[in-house]
C-alpha cells in the first residue's frame, strides 16, 4: 500500500481546508500543514478520523519568498515516514477526485513521474527574476504598499549596474526552469530536493517567484529526474503536466463557483483551485458530497 503525504501551505479559509482534509482523510495519508504566522484564524478545530494531521513550526510567508516554509513541510513529513507521492498544495485547493483514484492513478505509473508543470523552454524575465537580491520582499509591507515595491524592484535591478550576479555562485541551478508552484513529485525526488536545501534556498532567497522555479530548476538539470518530468513533452499543457486545475484566463488565478461543478468534475485533473467559502461556500459542500456521496 503506497502511503502520500500531503503539504499544505496554507494562511486563510479553514473551512476549505477542513473540506480538503475531509476529502484526503485516508489512513494511506498523512496531511501536513505550514500556517501562516501573519493569519489569526484558529487551526485548533482542524480534524481528521484517518489520517495524521502534523504542523510545521509557523513563520511568515510572502508572495516570491516562501520556499523555507515548503522546506518546513518535506522536511517534517520525511521525518515521520518514506512516502511514496508529496503533494503541494495551498488552502484554496481541493482533490476533485476520490482517494481511490488518485492512489490509482500514481500507483499504476511504472515510471514514478514527477507532475508538475515546467513552462517550453527557459525564459529572460524568470532569470531577471532570480538574478538580484530584492529587498523588502519579506516584508508585510512589500506587496499592499506600490511604493515600497516599486523600491524594491528598483534597488534590485540597479545592482547589475554594479556588476552583482547571483547566478555565477550555483551555476548549476541555471538557466532556471519555471511554471506552476503546484504539483506531486515522489519519493525519491523529495530526497534529492532535501539533500539541495542548503543551495536551493541561497539561490533563492529575496527573490521574485523563487516558489515557481526551484523544484522546476532542480529536476531539469539533473540527468534522471530530467528523463520524468511527466508534461514536459512539448505540449506545454499545465492541467495535464500538474494534475491540477487552475483557470488564469478568468483570474490570478479564478475562484470558481456553482457554475463550474460539472467543468470541475468531469476534468482530468486531480486536483483544483482555487476554492473561496467566502464566495461560494455552497461549491465546496457539492464537491464534497459528489466525491464522498
Not at 483514484?101 to 514514478?112: G, L, T
Not at 513521474?113 to 532570480?130: A, E, P
Request: glycine letters at 6%; charged letters at 30%.
Amino acid at each position: 500500500m503506497s502511503r502520500f503525504a500531503y503539504l499544505f501551505l496554507a494562511h486563510k479559509d479553514i473551512p476549505v481546508l477542513q473540506t480538503a482534509i475531509d476529502l484526503i482523510d485516508d489512513p494511506r495519508n498523512d496531511i501536513f500543514i505550514h500556517w501562516d504566522l501573519k493569519s489569526a484564524e484558529d487551526t485548533s478545530t482542524l480534524t481528521a478520523k484517518h489520517s495524521r494531521i502534523y504542523f510545521t513550526k509557523r513563520t511568515r510567508c510572502y508572495w516570491g519568498d516562501e520556499i523555507e516554509a515548503l522546506y518546513l513541510l518535506l522536511e517534517l513529513a520525511r521525518s515521520k515516514d518514506e512516502y511514496a507521492y508529496y503533494h503541494f498544495l495551498t488552502a484554496e485547493e481541493l482533490p476533485i477526485k476520490h482517494q481511490d483514484y488518485i492512489h490509482r492513478f500514481f500507483e499504476e505509473d511504472p515510471n514514478q513521474s514527477i507532475y508538475l508543470h515546467i513552462n517550453v523552454g527557459t525564459f529572460k524575465d524568470i532569470q531577471g527574476r532570480c538574478k538580484y537580491y530584492y529587498p523588502f520582499i519579506d516584508h508585510d509591507c512589500f506587496k499592499g504598499n506600490k511604493l515600497v515595491k516599486a523600491l524594491s524592484l528598483v534597488l534590485g535591478k540597479a545592482q547589475g549596474i554594479v556588476g552583482i550576479d547571483r547566478r555565477r555562485k550555483h551555476p548549476d541551478f541555471f538557466p532556471l526552469y519555471n511554471g506552476w508552484g503546484w504539483g506531486s513529485i515522489p519519493g525519491d525526488f523529495a530526497d534529492y530536493v532535501l539533500s539541495r536545501k542548503e543551495d536551493t534556498i541561497d539561490v533563492f532567497r529575496k527573490t521574485l517567484a523563487g516558489d515557481e522555479a526551484w523544484l522546476h530548476s532542480l529536476a531539469m538539470h539533473h540527468p534522471d529526474f530530467s528523463q520524468r518530468m511527466y508534461g514536459y513533452n512539448g505540449l506545454d499543457d499545465p492541467v495535464d503536466a500538474s494534475k491540477l486545475f487552475q483557470d488564469w484566463n478568468r483570474g490570478k488565478p479564478y475562484t470558481f463557483t456553482m457554475e463550474d461543478l460539472d467543468l470541475l468534475l468531469n476534468s482530468n485533473a486531480l486536483f483544483a483551485r482555487k476554492f473561496s467559502s467566502f464566495k461560494d461556500a455552497e461549491l465546496v459542500e457539492a464537491i464534497k458530497r459528489e466525491i464522498l456521496g
